[in-house]
């Protein structure tokens, strides 16, 4: 699936990109078609790069040849690679890669949703399977990738997951860049000033500076997805406090089991029903996997992963039962 949204921050931010996409594969491959990542230039030699279509070898000569089309020593187009005899690679298959050159006036051209259509090298006619893949995505609202003689059409859809994390301290890097490469998500990183974020904003993260960020509150979608983790225990418990009044899908708040039992008691003073409360989860992840930023960070991200509620609470022992600090 094409993340439109992805490209769209690539393309603002570096101005000119190249797409590498699997338009098919035979036999054993590292991912499979779909799978897609973008390459940009900067100031160092290799510049820089999100998404991933499999990694090691296959990976690294795919971001060369995109870089290469961005320097304009080689062209768009469709390349086959037999992954053992060509890249000494073991999966033993091989992938069809097509790259494509995107700025602002291509960019143009993508829908916003639907079937998005185009040859990937000339062709004078479009084949009949695209065709028909274009017939049924219009006819049944069913879109699925296909690729035939040259031409992709492949299905362009919104992200499935809003997730807004508040506060840009410790743990919210640590949250937005191990979240940021994970498909299907619209990330929205919110806290008070410019300099709180991170020097670099991952691909994909969308940032907002807000002096009073409870401001911020009613633009969130219903079905959000929510982490609290900022500076401020006031500020914490406001969002607490707001976002039950505003309605959420799932809300996270780090702290410790003692912090929670105050806010608890707080927020059914204000009125709150016990059930709804409840549906804030405090602590968040595994507070067994450690209290470092990237543990935290990372059992979050695990639990976004799991079939259940996306941000889960942990039993919290005595001795985990000390405030984290971000």
């Known amino acids: 699936m094409l993340d439109r949204a992805a490209l769209d921050q690539a393309v603002e931010r570096h101005g000119s990109v190249v797409r590498v996409v699997i338009c098919a594969h035979q036999g054993s491959s590292p991912r499979g078609a779909g799978a897609a990542m973008l390459v940009w230039s900067d100031l160092s030699d290799r510049g820089g790069q999100s998404g991933s279509v499999g990694g090691g070898a296959l990976e690294f000569e795919a971001a060369r040849r995109a870089r290469a089309i961005l320097s304009g020593a080689a062209e768009p187009g469709i390349e086959r690679q037999a992954l053992g005899p060509n ?36 062709q004078a006619e479009m084949p009949l399977a695209i065709r028909r893949a274009l017939r049924s995505a219009r006819g049944e609202g069913v879109a699925t990738l296909r690729f035939a003689r040259g031409w992709l059409a492949e299905p362009v859809a919104p992200p499935s997951r809003a997730v807004w994390i508040w506060g840009a301290g410790h743990v919210g890097r640590a949250l937005a860049s191990t979240l940021a490469p994970l498909p299907g998500l619209s990330i929205t990183w919110i806290d008070t000033a410019a300099d709180r974020f991170a020097p670099t904003i991952p691909n994909g993260v969308a940032t907002r500076v807000a002096r009073d960020p409870l401001a911020l509150i009613p633009a969130a979608p219903a079905e959000a997805e929510h982490v609290i983790l900022t500076y401020s225990h006031a500020l914490d418990f406001d969002l607490c406090h707001a976002l039950l009044t505003h309605g959420f899908k799932s809300c996270g708040l780090i702290g410790s089991a003692s912090k929670w039992a105050r806010f608890r008691n707080r927020l059914r003073g204000l009125g709150h029903a016990p059930d709804e409360i409840a549906r804030i989860s405090c602590p968040i992840g595994d507070p067994a996997l450690g209290k470092h930023p990237q543990e935290i960070a990372i059992s979050v991200a695990a639990a976004f992963l799991a079939p259940r509620t996306a941000v889960q609470t942990q039993p919290a022992s005595r001795a985990q039962d000390r405030e984290i600090h971000r």
């Not at 073991?90 to 143009?108: H, K, M, N, P, Q």
């Open 87 to 122: 890249l000494g690679q073991c999966c033993g298959g091989a992938v069809t890669l097509g790259y494509e050159r995107f700025d602002a006036g291509a960019l143009a051209e993508v829908p916003r949703t639907g079937l998005f259509a185009r040859p990937l090298s000339p």
